[in-house]
């Protein structure tokens, strides 16, 4: 896949291609529904699929105060458009000038003098142009006038294990997350929710527990709620290689604030990886997919308790882990 960076690179890209546009936070279900649509299109018009993302997100430069977190970073992204057949992701900065575009200059600018695409694959929600003035409809009105065909994907459902139906979205999913509902998110992304970053040094009381942990630098991402999880992790050298590394060590993943040893401390993100003759990972790039959560944190009077709660947890993630692989 070719990563194009700005609006003066969009020669670049071949006319008549399959387009699809969208911020794409998450790659959730209902993202890999449109590029599979788009992809399938891409494939029967032996065109090129090209996909456009805003960076950052809109209202990171409208409205920062109103930004939603960052689920998927935008190297993450394009790794796994990459794996959906994207020929080209054309980056395109969120300024204050772009994002106050009419939609009908939004379309002449990229759609009819830049891309020209022959076909444009959105979702039904998709909105774009100025306050989001822009509609699918407005899109398939433009297109019979300029020349390119819409296709419309039906949006995608999951069921949760409130028993609820729900459109699959990156706001169900950061709501998800920010209530410790890892299974549901998992659901609707149809994969672990992921944290990417370098591991940094740590304080050592899991250590002195007898549970030795690798603490995550914070990152750019949304953090799930606080809380104790079942989960899985990878490792790697560098940021390249833990894009594409398989979570496959299954581990205890905390987040919290380790109430036991007082107020006012910060937020850690710590994996104890159930394996055997752990190397030393401080500095190498973590990953940590969060699989179901399986309580929240608390304060506990001695460390003594503590510790044979830790005991406890890794027992029940080990059980959990081992009884969704049978499935």
Known sequence: MQTISGISQLEKVEKGCVLTIGNFDGMHLGHQEVLVAAKKAAAERAVPLVVMTLEPHPLTVLRPEMAPGVLTPLDVKAHLLAEFGAAYLLVVESTPELLALSA???????????????????????????????????????????????????????????????AVSSTLIRNLLAAGSAGDAVAALGRPYRLIEKVVAGRGKGKRLGFPTANMKLPGQMVPAEGVYAGFAATADSAEEILSAEANIPAALSIGRTATYGQGQTLLIEAHLLAENVAELYDKHLAMDFVERIRGQRKFKTESDLSAQIARDCEKVKELLEAGSQK
């Open 104 to 166: 009908e200059e939004f379309i002449r600018r990229f759609l009819v003098d830049g891309i020209e695409p022959s076909l444009v694959v959105e979702g039904e929600s998709f909105n774009f142009g100025s306050g989001r003035s822009g509609s699918i409809e407005t899109l398939v009105g433009a297109g019979t006038k300029n020349g390119f065909e819409v296709s419309i994907v039906p949006p995608k459902e999951v069921c949760l294990s409130s028993g609820r139906t729900a």
